[in-house]
């Protein structure tokens, strides 16, 4: 008899009942990948509360540590956060004060919503920070449902773009854009700690008859140019209605969400994050408008690196990377984990790295070598202060 072919064997000898049931796992298995890809994918929802913004300020005095050297006066402006409604009444009476360069005394940070009861304690800390440094300026605090309204009073043709970012992170650097398109004033990032105030002359206030008195927009420079662009938008100034921001949104407009942007967790940094702000910013034609957009000295006005700074540092929490579905914006999620996870100045790991080859022996490149012979006499310091640093 002739024999049969090994894939009738294969076939005769798999039960219909199984076959059957492989067939539905994997109509099954197919099913629930479009379910995740759709959810992973997918816009926010866009329905958003539409209520007045109450008049109701948030008591940050008790956010300050009891051992901070520089107490919140009481009643100060810098002792509260305090509502858009009030900035908006303060503004349109004409009094919000302002400095030399023509930047309001304003600080302006956001958070989800007013009730602020699950703040984190060091984001107390570094919020309260600011009450401590500029008592005399206005301190506001933007909601989601504020932010909105913000879109749909001043930029309604742009609702439909901020409405399609996926990421609330993605808002949230849209919105600083805005706001300070529209008020002007200081946008922090929650993770931004003031250390030791930002209106000196090397910050928002330079003497105007210097070549930095024709700022108008300040904003802090990369510490990692490669991967962010030449600004960080973590930390940004700006006198109202200055063209800059102008030229951001058209650049936002032609960078709004794609499939590809919605799906991989880079995509952020360059549509609304700190590449968004370099490249409009070296897209400008050479005049008045890019000679007043200034950078501002990372190693005073940032100190991610080093962990350090005389004026503000951003401590980098983290919290931007706020992925949906880790399987597929891996990097972004893997960037997160690793952040959350080695808390600490980038400068410790880089640090840690060159004496781990110093040690066995290995000759460090010259950039390294020239990195180690400036600054390697923190790693102790750090060392004390963090621990053993395996993750790098």
């Given at each position: 008899a002739e024999l049969n072919s090994p894939n009738e064997i294969s076939k005769s000898a798999v039960p219909k009942s199984m076959t059957a049931r492989s067939t539905i796992l994997a109509f099954a298995g197919c099913a629930v990948a479009l379910v995740l890809l759709k959810w992973a994918t997918s816009s926010p929802p866009k329905t958003y509360c539409h209520v007045d913004d109450p008049d109701n300020d948030i008591d940050i005095t008790a956010w300050q540590p009891p051992d901070d050297p520089r107490p919140i006066p009481p009643g100060s402006?810098?002792?509260?956060?305090?509502?858009?409604?009030?900035?908006?009444?303060?503004?349109?009476?004409?009094?919000?004060?302002?400095?030399?360069?023509?930047?309001?005394?304003?600080?302006?940070?956001?958070?989800?919503?007013?009730?602020?009861?699950?703040?984190?304690?060091?984001?107390?800390?570094?919020?309260?920070?600011?009450?401590?440094?500029?008592?005399?300026?206005?301190?506001?605090?933007?909601?989601?449902?504020?932010?909105?309204?913000?879109f749909a009073k001043h930029l309604p043709d742009f609702l439909p773009v901020y409405d399609a970012y996926p990421n609330p992170v993605q808002r949230a650097d849209i919105f600083r854009c805005l706001v300070l398109k529209e008020y002007g004033g200081l946008y922090a990032d929650m993770?931004?700690?003031?250390?030791?105030?930002?209106?000196?002359?090397?910050?928002?206030?330079?003497?105007?008859?210097?070549?930095?008195?024709?700022?108008?927009?300040?904003?802090?420079?990369?510490?990692?140019?490669?991967?962010?662009?030449?600004?960080?938008?973590?930390?940004?100034?700006?006198?109202?209605e200055h063209p800059y921001w102008t030229a951001v949104f058209d650049l936002a407009v032609e960078r709004r969400s794609t499939l590809s942007g919605r799906i991989w967790g880079e995509i952020p940094i360059q549509n609304t994050g700190p590449g968004l702000v370099s490249d409009a910013y070296t897209m400008?034609?050479?005049?008045?408008?890019?000679?007043?957009?200034?950078?501002?000295?990372?190693?005073?006005?940032?100190?991610?690196?080093?962990?350090?700074?005389?004026?503000?540092?951003?401590?980098?929490?983290?919290?931007?990377?706020?992925?949906?579905?880790?399987?597929?914006?891996?990097?972004?999620?893997?960037?997160?984990?690793?952040?959350?996870?080695?808390?600490?100045?980038?400068?410790?790991?880089?640090?840690?790295?060159?004496?781990?080859?110093?040690?066995?022996?290995?000759?460090?490149?010259?950039?390294?070598?020239?990195?180690?012979?400036?600054?390697?006499?923190?790693?102790?310091?750090?060392?004390?202060?963090?621990?053993?640093?395996?993750?790098?």
């Open positions: 402006w810098g002792s509260v956060l305090t509502t858009p409604a009030k900035l908006e009444k303060l503004r349109d009476a004409g009094k919000l004060p302002v400095l030399e360069s023509g930047v309001p005394k304003v600080i302006h940070q956001t958070w989800p919503s007013r009730d602020t009861s699950g703040v984190a304690a060091h984001y107390r800390k570094w919020s309260a920070s600011w009450g401590a440094c500029h008592p005399d300026w206005l301190h506001v605090l933007w909601d989601d449902c504020d932010i909105r309204r913000l993770d931004y700690e003031c250390t030791g105030g930002v209106d000196g002359p090397t910050g928002l206030n330079p003497p105007q008859d210097s070549p930095q008195g024709a700022c108008k927009v300040f904003i802090v420079n990369s510490p990692d140019p490669e991967h962010d662009g030449v600004l960080q938008n973590a930390f940004m100034a700006s006198v109202p400008l034609p050479e005049g008045e408008v890019k000679t007043a957009v200034c950078g501002l000295n990372n190693t005073e006005f940032s100190g991610q690196a080093l962990g350090q700074a005389p004026n503000a540092i951003h401590r980098n929490a983290g919290s931007w990377c706020a992925c949906r579905f880790p399987a597929i914006n891996w990097a972004c999620w893997k960037k997160c984990k690793e952040k959350k996870k080695t808390y600490v100045p980038s400068m410790y790991r880089d640090l840690t790295r060159y004496k781990r080859s110093i040690d066995k022996g290995e000759k460090l490149s010259d950039k390294d070598q020239a990195t180690w012979d400036q600054y390697g006499h923190l790693f102790q310091s750090y060392y004390d202060k963090y621990g053993e640093f395996e993750d790098i």
